[in-house]
């Protein structure tokens, strides 16, 4: 988590010395190596499309930050489709292919961590059947 959020960054330079002096603290160097060497390895490991928003970006929180955000954003938009789907539902094929479809969606939902109870569950399949299952 120190790097991810960029927090307890050791300084620069040595505690109760002159910055004009550039004595380095070591534990800043350890902090900055790892830090590097975390950065690489995220970039080596994305997408071209992923990667070419990471550009200008130099540290891993930096990284880590635009990546959530990027991701959160396709998040809430998968999810207002999914609801959207499940609002839409309507009962035009079989019975089971109608409720495993709706379960689909639900897990899904579940999946991304905005899931639907049980009650709103049971009125979506309701609401979608045919006037002949009232």
């Known amino acids: ?3 991810l959020e960029g927090i307890n960054v050791p300084p620069h330079f040595q505690p109760n010395t002159d910055p004009q002096d550039n004595t380095f603290n070591t534990k800043y160097l350890q ?4 830090d590097q060497n975390i950065v690489a390895w995220l970039l080596s490991s994305m997408t071209i499309p992923i990667l070419k928003k990471m550009v200008g970006l130099k540290t891993t929180s930096q990284i880590w930050y635009r990546s959530s955000t ?3 954003s396709h998040t809430r938009e998968k999810i207002k489709k999914l609801k959207a789907q499940l609002k839409a539902s309507k009962k035009d094929r079989s019975v089971h292919r109608y409720l ?10 579940a999946a991304v961590r905005a899931p639907i109870s049980t009650k709103d569950h049971i009125e979506i399949i309701l609401d ?7």
Do not use: P, R, W
């Open 100 to 109: 495993l479809d709706i379960k689909n969606i639900v897990d899904t939902l």
């Open 31 to 34: 902090y900055e190596e790892q």
């Open 1 to 3: 988590m120190l790097f």
């Open 128 to 134: 979608g059947l045919l006037e002949e299952y009232d």
């Open 70 to 72: 990027h991701f959160a």
